[in-house]
């Protein structure tokens, strides 16, 4: 069975009578090229396992399976546990895990699947929950890599340097918390149904240590206050958040002191302005 052919897969979602469901945001592939060019980006061997989240009906996993030592992938949907079981016969080294990822203890799934194996994370994520699974992703500390198919316009901002106007919160947490890269593109008609969006694939490699000295919560509380509202210069923001702390001259100060041009604004600064900030702020 091809399981990126469209023939078979119409025909073993027929045998199982699975229907789509757009609240879980199921796109399978249909390009054989897409979940082989994943799997090799991630850069996997015997030696290192991988965890996968939405596995669908398998395509991704067997790539997986014949590179790693051992998957776990994560299902949400239990309708499509009688099709892996089917799709994914003949990988013994790959294992179905029903379940929320978004309700996972991360950290102990690894330890309790993998043991000490080495562990990256691998999916082709639906794009609803994107950032919210990126984020428990990174958060985890538990993988060498992080390598995902995504919305392109997410995977250009996660990617995106300070002053362009893609870099937001988001594109500075995955960069605080990883090395990012945008590695290539896949078009919506790669997938069953068809997206009205292109997708790309990005890897995200956690840093040994933060890239920035100072308190992480600080950082970003600060990072969020610059970026509550875009259009707001950054001494604007500073004032929405810290008001009750500070005047508005008090805070002109501090980001003049900062070596900032007073109308600054939140998207161009990087790490080390907003590290330097939340240190002056604190």
């Known amino acids: 069975m091809n399981l990126t052919d469209i023939r078979d897969i119409k025909a073993l979602l027929a045998r199982h009578g ?27 061997d015997e030696g290192c396992a991988v965890l996968e989240i939405g596995p669908g009906i398998g ?10 030592g051992k998957v776990a992938a994560v299902e949400l949907d239990r309708s499509l546990l009688p099709i892996l079981a089917e799709t994914l016969a003949d990988c013994p080294n790959a294992e179905v895990i029903p379940g929320d990822v978004m ?34 992703l990174l958060e985890a500390g538990c993988f060498q890599s992080v390598t995902v198919m995504i ?27 990883a090395s ?4 290539f593109e896949v078009p919506p008609d790669c997938f069953l149904p068809a997206p009205k969006v292109t997708s790309a694939v990005v890897r995200l490699t ?19 206050a610059a ?13 929405a958040a810290y008001g009750s702390r500070f005047s ?5 100060q501090i980001i003049l002191d900062c070596g900032l041009p007073e109308a600054v604004r939140g998207e161009r600064l990087g790490l080390e302005e907003f590290a330097a900030l939340a240190h002056a702020l604190k």
């Open 18 to 44: 699975f229907h789509f469901s757009k609240s879980m945001g199921q796109n399978f592939l249909i390009a054989d090229w897409v979940p082989q060019n994943i799997a090799d980006a991630a850069g996997l």
């Open 59 to 68: 395509p991704l996993t067997v790539q997986l399976a014949r590179r790693a």
């Open 103 to 136: 309700k996972l203890d991360l950290p102990a799934l690894a330890a309790e699947k993998f043991g000490s194996l080495p562990v990256k994370a691998c999916a082709n994520l639906p794009y609803n929950i994107t950032t919210p699974v990126i984020t428990k």
């Open 151 to 177: 919305q392109r316009e997410v995977a250009k901002r996660i990617c995106a340097a300070p002053g362009d106007s893609d870099c937001g919160a988001f594109s500075l947490f995955c960069q605080y918390h």
């Open 180 to 183: 990012c890269e945008l590695l």
């Open 206 to 224: 956690p840093h040994d240590a933060p890239p920035v000295a100072g308190d992480k919560d600080a950082i970003f509380a600060v990072v969020r």
């Open 227 to 239: 970026f509550a509202q875009r259009r707001k210069t950054l001494l604007n923001g500073l004032s």
């Open 248 to 252: 508005k001259d008090q805070l002109r």
